[in-house]
C-alpha cells in the first residue's frame, strides 16, 4: 500500500515563507505526476500546483511567481516552496500523486493533508 506523508505546515505572517515535504512510502518503482492541492474553509479543493515526471511545472494563476514546486524521484517525494504568503493562502493543503507503481497501479494516493495558515 502507498502512503503520502506531508510535512511542513504551520502558522506564518504575511509575506513569510514555508517549505512542505510529501514523501511516498512503500516498495515504489515509478510515480507520474506529483502535485499540491489545497481546500479553504467552506470552498472547493483546487489545484496548487503539479509536476509531471520529467516535464515543466503547472502553477495557479494565484501561486505563478510565488510558490515553487520541485521533485526527488529518487527519494519519490515533492516539495512546495511557498514564499510571499498571504492571508488567502491558508488552506488545508494535499499531497496528490497519479499512476503510481508499486507492486500494483495505483491511479491516485491523497495525503492526510496538512494546515497552512497566514495570518495578516
Known amino acids: 500500500q502507498v502512503h503520502l506523508v506531508e510535512s511542513g505546515g504551520g502558522l506564518v505572517q504575511a509575506g513569510g515563507s514555508l517549505r512542505l515535504s510529501c514523501a511516498a512510502s512503500?516498495?515504489?518503482?515509478?510515480?507520474?505526476?506529483m502535485g499540491w492541492y489545497r481546500q479553504a474553509e467552506g470552498k472547493q479543493r483546487e489545484l496548487v500546483a503539479r509536476?509531471?515526471?520529467?516535464?515543466?511545472?503547472l502553477y495557479a494563476d494565484s501561486v505563478k511567481g510565488r510558490f515553487t514546486i520541485s521533485r526527488d524521484n529518487a527519494k519519490n517525494t515533492v516539495y512546495l516552496q511557498m514564499n510571499s504568503l498571504k492571508p488567502e493562502d491558508t488552506a488545508v493543503y494535499y499531497c496528490n500523486a497519479k499512476e503510481v507503481v508499486t507492486t500494483k497501479w495505483y491511479p491516485e494516493v491523497w495525503g492526510q493533508g496538512t494546515l497552512v495558515t497566514v495570518s495578516s
Open positions: 509536476l509531471i515526471s520529467g516535464g515543466s511545472p
Open positions: 512503500g516498495t515504489i518503482f515509478s510515480i507520474t505526476t
